[in-house]
């Protein structure tokens, strides 16, 4: 696709409640980040594919926290039990090579948990 | 563990002046990656910086790279409105095979007319 796409781009969950946020990255990008961003702050970083393999997931805050990438391609970032300091924009980015090449963002999911 | 520093936190300038923000990392670099976020928007791949003491223009930006691959510079020459937002280093540090970018927290910008 044209750039990376995520959806939903809102969400307000009841604590307790699991969602499942959604990326789609750009056609042939082999990594695929995901970040959780609170306001006013940097992307902190949460996992790390590359293809299907997920290399590096030790950014998620707890076994709440669960991502997947079973093609190599579309990734679902699934969080159980939201509880209230879940809230905040979950960003996805793919680039070709890793952190070693331009990563390109979605738009995010802002996620609310009340 | 990896951090990386951004300096100052909030930038407030009159349209026209200059404006620089830092980046300080504890470790070495093998690159540097500068992003702006837009209020409301994603971030978004300015430029890349690779080798020591590399210095890139792009029009009124120019970003410089420290020798030790520690440090970077982001100064923009005679703001305008449209450069507010919030900009971003990142970088994998040196001798990461999986290239997990880590960002700065940031330095927001906000340019008065």
């Known amino acids: 696709g044209a750039g990376v796409s995520q959806s939903p781009r809102y969400k307000v969950a009841k604590r307790g409640q699991d969602v499942a946020l959604r990326c789609d990255p750009i056609?042939?990008?082999?990594?695929l980040f995901w970040y959780q961003q609170a306001l006013g702050q940097g992307p902190e970083f949460l996992t790390y594919f590359q293809n299907e393999a997920q290399l590096d997931k030790s950014g998620l805050p707890s076994d709440r926290f669960f991502a997947e990438r079973p093609e190599g391609s579309v990734s679902t970032l699934k969080i159980q039990r939201t509880q209230q300091e879940d809230s905040a924009v979950y960003l996805c980015?793919?680039?070709?090579?890793?952190?070693?090449?331009?990563?390109?963002f979605g738009q995010g999911t802002r996620l609310t948990v009340v | 563990g990896q951090q990386v520093m951004q300096i100052p936190q909030y930038q407030h300038v009159q349209e026209g002046e200059d404006f620089t923000t830092y980046c300080n990392s504890s470790t070495t670099l093998s690159n540097i990656q500068w992003y702006k976020q837009r209020p409301g928007g994603h971030p978004v791949f300015l430029i890349q910086?690779?080798?020591?003491?590399e210095v890139k223009k792009q029009k009124r930006l120019t970003f410089q790279f420290g020798e030790a691959k520690k440090n970077s510079s982001l100064h923009i020459t005679a703001t305008q409105t449209t450069d507010v937002g919030t900009y971003f280093c990142?970088?994998?540090?040196?001798?990461?095979?999986?290239?997990?970018?880590?960002f700065g927290r940031g330095t927001q910008l906000t340019v008065w007319p």
């Open positions: 990142a970088g994998p540090h040196r001798g990461s095979t999986l290239g997990r970018l880590y």
């Open positions: 056609s042939g990008h082999v990594s």
């Open positions: 980015a793919s680039s070709l090579a890793g952190g070693f090449t331009e990563a390109f």
């Open positions: 910086l690779v080798k020591s003491g």
